[in-house]
């Protein structure tokens, strides 16, 4: 939400609707995807029905979020002594007014995980009438405290609902609309002492060295991975080798699931010793069966291959002079992740710094059953 229009007889607030959309259009892709690499890749596993849920709940959220956002419009007009919501979107549009004697207060509603939970931290903007239902300004919430507050703020004053900030020693514009509605009060930060904030202003973000060594830690094995992996392609040496049993075997995790690896049983020859080994790939790795079973159908028992063996332990080698993936994987997804955590921690202490320079009313959620304002 941002400010559109300010004038001394008029305020108009508005929110684009495609930065939701393009939220929902990644959604629905990552389902996609998930969904498209399942169906393709997964003969024979039995815990394939996890990534269906997974990929099918990020496409339906995804698409409903991009159907259902909207073009957001708050018109205060002072002469009117109302405002008009207007809400454009691919279903259709829709327009409200409320006169600003029915209006009690505006605030901040905080969102929580579930009846009597902590906040999660994300905020929307809310009318909060005379009867005391809420009517959202907008369907979604979001962390942007600072943006959020700003907007209040300027609507608080334009309309003469700021006494709570007068009362704490900050002049209050003139009414637009008449007599002033007694004025809501911020919810305190905690609920008993010692505890975490339940609602309140943001709070900088806890333990981000804690988290920042996790992830380094994991990009480390990822490190490792590379450079074993690197000295196997490039130092093990090619002997001849012949193909025995070719088979799959499934591998199982410790919480019940399953995976599948290639076996590949051959017989080689180093200084006229022979030995014989299972591995395939150049790192021991398992993946789904359809990988699995195109791995091991490559080696036809009785062919004749190239098997690689380390010079220094000719017992241990492997078939695939291939790169893998996975060490680069293990390596980026951490880094990754370890980049949208320090952005989040920058985020997180630029909303810390705005909450305090900014006094609006802060609520806890509506009491279910919903906001009567869903128009």
Request: with cysteine; net charge positive; aromatic share 8%.
């Given at each position: 939400m941002r400010t559109v229009e300010q004038a001394p007889g008029r305020l108009v607030l508005g929110e684009s609707p495609w930065g939701l959309r393009a939220?929902?259009?990644?959604?629905?892709?990552?389902?996609a995807g998930i969904l498209l690499l399942v169906s393709a890749d997964s003969r024979g596993e039995g815990g394939v029905w996890v990534a269906y849920v997974v990929g099918g709940a990020f496409l339906m959220v995804g698409v409903a979020a991009a159907l259902t956002a909207a073009d957001c419009r708050l018109d205060f007009d002072g002469a009117a002594a109302a405002v008009q919501m207007v809400r454009r979107g691919l279903l259709g549009t829709t327009s409200v007014s409320y006169p600003f004697a029915s209006i009690r207060d505006i605030g901040l509603e905080v969102s929580a995980t579930g009846r009597g939970s902590r906040s999660t931290g994300l905020y929307r903007s809310v009318f909060v009438l005379r009867d005391g239902t809420r009517v959202p300004w907008t369907s979604a919430a979001t962390g942007d405290f600072g943006s959020q507050a700003r907007c209040v703020a300027t609507a608080r004053a334009f309309g003469g609902w700021d006494r709570t900030a007068s009362e704490h020693g900050a002049r209050s514009a003139p009414s637009a609309g008449g007599s002033r509605p007694t004025p809501l009060t911020a919810m305190p930060a905690t609920s008993f002492p010692g505890e975490p904030p339940r609602y309140g202003v943001p709070q900088r973000m806890q333990n981000a060295k804690l988290v920042g060594f996790v992830l380094g830690a994991f990009s480390l094995v990822g490190v490792g991975m590379m450079i074993v992996e690197a000295e196997r392609l490039i130092v093990w040496r090619p002997v001849p080798a012949v193909v025995e049993a070719s088979s799959?075997?499934?591998?199982?995790?410790?919480?019940?699931?399953?995976?599948?690896?290639?076996?590949?049983?051959?017989?080689?020859?180093?200084?006229?010793?022979?030995?014989?080994?299972?591995?395939?790939?150049?790192?021991?790795?398992?993946?789904?069966?359809?990988?699995?079973?195109?791995?091991?159908?490559?080696?036809?028992?009785?062919?004749?291959?190239?098997?690689?063996?380390?010079?220094?332990?000719?017992?241990?080698?492997?078939?695939?002079?291939?790169?893998?993936?996975?060490?680069?994987?293990?390596?980026?997804?951490?880094?990754?992740?370890?980049?949208?955590?320090?952005?989040?921690?920058?985020?997180?202490?630029?909303?810390?710094?705005?909450?305090?320079?900014?006094?609006?009313?802060?609520?806890?959620?509506?009491?279910?059953?919903?906001?009567?304002?869903?128009?």
């Open positions: 939220i929902g259009a990644l959604l629905a892709a990552l389902g799959v075997e499934a591998v199982r995790g410790n919480k019940g699931s399953t995976s599948f690896r290639p076996v590949v049983t051959y017989q080689y020859a180093v200084n006229g010793h022979r030995y014989a080994s299972t591995q395939v790939n150049v790192l021991s790795v398992s993946r789904s069966y359809g990988w699995a079973e195109s791995m091991s159908t490559r080696f036809v028992p009785g062919a004749r291959t190239i098997a690689y063996v380390n010079p220094q332990d000719p017992a241990s080698s492997y078939l695939v002079h291939e790169i893998s993936l996975l060490p680069l994987c293990i390596t980026l997804i951490p880094a990754v992740f370890g980049g949208v955590f320090m952005l989040a921690t920058r985020w997180s202490d630029r909303q810390a710094d705005l909450a305090r320079g900014i006094n609006v009313p802060i609520l806890a959620p509506a009491a279910l059953p919903g906001d009567a304002g869903s128009h």
